[in-house]
């Protein structure tokens, strides 16, 4: 069983007009990613204009546990208005460089699209 779980997600604005508001759940998002029971590691990179974020878990159960709650429950709301976006993730033994996670993104990336509704309770 691996040891650890990667998630890799790259955003793109729809327009520059959406950085503010982009930021604005941003930053909150990845603190408490930072805070999240299970996470390892928290890092953002912007790479040709794609704003990517590289998290690692103990588990995809602590990943989910994260996703759905606070400030990135928020996050998800807003996020079609704000961006179009490409996520994966996957189980791995060894942490990744970020050269190693944007490769995998790069190759088993998929469309994100949002999977709740506002009437959608978190788990």
């Known amino acids: 069983m691996a040891r650890y779980y990667v998630s890799v997600t790259g955003l793109r604005l ?9 930021w604005r759940h941003a930053i909150p998002s990845f603190n408490q990613a930072k805070a999240a029971d299970g996470n390892i590691l928290t890092d953002t990179r912007t790479v040709r204009g794609v704003h990517h974020t590289l998290t690692v878990w103990t588990s995809e159960t602590a990943m989910k546990r994260y996703l759905y709650r606070g400030a990135h ?51």
């Open 73 to 123: 429950r928020q996050a998800i709301k807003a996020f079609p208005s704000i961006a179009t976006g490409t996520t994966c993730g996957y189980h791995t033994d060894d942490i990744p460089s970020w050269q190693e996670a944007l490769e995998y993104w790069e190759r088993h990336g998929r469309d994100y699209e949002t999977p709740m509704t506002d009437s959608t309770r978190s788990p």
């Open 14 to 22: 729809k327009t520059w007009f959406h950085a503010v508001r982009f």
